[in-house]
């Protein structure tokens, strides 16, 4: 595996915040050597954690995907702002547009269905080949705020963090280790046995699925012991109000969705299996897609313009030298 080079502060100019998560902060700044714009994923503590997110760089660089987020490095620095002591992070390819699950709640709802599709499609082929690498390699924790979209919403896959080789995943059901994001996550995860397989992100896909074409978040504000319990039971975030014929293909999107959630594994489709779905249904619309992305560009110009986006703004590191 590759090891990735240190990048310190006088390697960056010119931060800014974009974002947050429960890991920590997510910052834009300009690399001086590579002479563009980065992201760099913070986290909130630093307690050993180099080793992590050297893991972590070395996961999303693996697969070389066009549909996987590049990494540039791992940084270490004191980041301008409330930062007093040093931080650990990684340097990201920046995707200008956000994530998945920022499109749907700026835009309220679910894109224009060409770009649905085509999203539906990128994250089949980006999953396809990271499970493709020998040994396969899984995300477990695939979901909208891990798809990220480039200046032309196209996807790329991010956040590996718990992402493991198959060959050295160990039951993980007693600490609840690994297992993702609930809403995302298959019922067999909520079994002491656990042990993630592929058909893991296959259900998370699923879902995922689900959020991109109604434009929702699964389950709404349900208490999370009632999710577990909900989904153990064989209950599926609702299809009520989608309409199978409201579009050309969108039937069959449904249907790979309810293949990929089956309460089995053994039964869920792999995304081998998957991609070519989607690319179909996607094909039916490809046409579609430059209008859909200026549709959608014009919109979230307009509701920046209205009421610009309340991120508070970083303030530029002092000139270092190395």
């Given at each position: 595996m590759q ?9 960056l100019?010119?931060?800014s ?20 714009e ?5 986290l ?9 997110l ?8 693996q697969?070389g995907?066009?549909?996987v ?7 270490r620095g004191?980041p ?5 002591s040093?931080?650990m ?6 995707m ?13 709802g679910?894109?224009?269905?060409p ?30 705020s891990?798809?990220?979209?480039d ?5 790329k ?6 992402a493991?080789l ?6 993980v059901?007693?600490q ?12 067999e ?5 656990y042990k ?5 992100d ?7 699925l689900?959020?991109i ?13 009632v ?12 299809l ?15 249907d ?12 869920r ?11 179909k249904v996607?094909q039916?619309?490809?046409r579609?897609?430059h ?10 110009d ?21």
């Open positions: 090891h990735f080079g240190l990048v310190e502060d006088c390697k100019q010119d931060w915040v974009i974002g947050s998560g429960g890991f920590g902060e997510i910052y834009k700044a300009k690399h001086k050597d590579l002479g563009m980065v992201a760099i994923k913070l909130h503590r630093d307690d050993g954690s180099s080793a992590s050297q893991e972590e760089a070395e996961f999303m660089q697969g995907s066009p549909y987020v590049r990494v540039f490095g791992v940084y004191v301008p702002g409330r930062w007093l040093s931080q992070g990684l340097v990201m390819e920046l200008e547009r956000g994530s998945v699950e920022s499109l749907l709640k700026r835009l309220r679910p894109p224009p269905w770009l649905a599709f085509r999203l539906a499609h990128q994250v089949a082929l980006g999953m396809n080949f990271m499970h493709k690498l020998s040994p396969p390699l899984l995300h477990l924790d695939l979901k909208p891990n798809v990220l979209l200046h032309g919403f196209g996807a896959i991010t956040d590996f963090g718990l493991r198959m060959r050295s995943i160990s039951s059901g007693g609840g280790e690994g297992r993702g994001t609930l809403s995302y996550m298959p019922p995860a909520f079994q002491t046995s993630a397989t592929p058909a893991s296959s259900y998370s896909y699923a879902i995922l689900w959020s074409i109604t434009g929702r978040e699964p389950y709404g504000d349900a208490k999370h012991c999710i577990r319990l909900w989904v153990q039971d064989g209950d599926r975030p609702s009520e109000g989608v309409n199978r014929a409201a579009v050309e293909g969108l039937g069959e999107i449904i790979l969705m309810e293949r990929c959630w089956d309460p089995s594994p053994q039964k489709p792999s995304f081998h299996d998957c991609f070519p779905v989607a690319e996607f039916l619309h490809s579609g897609i209008d859909a992305i200026h549709q959608v560009s014009k919109a979230l307009e509701k920046r313009a209205i009421s610009p986006t309340p991120i508070p703004k970083g303030t530029a590191l002092h000139t270092l030298s190395c």
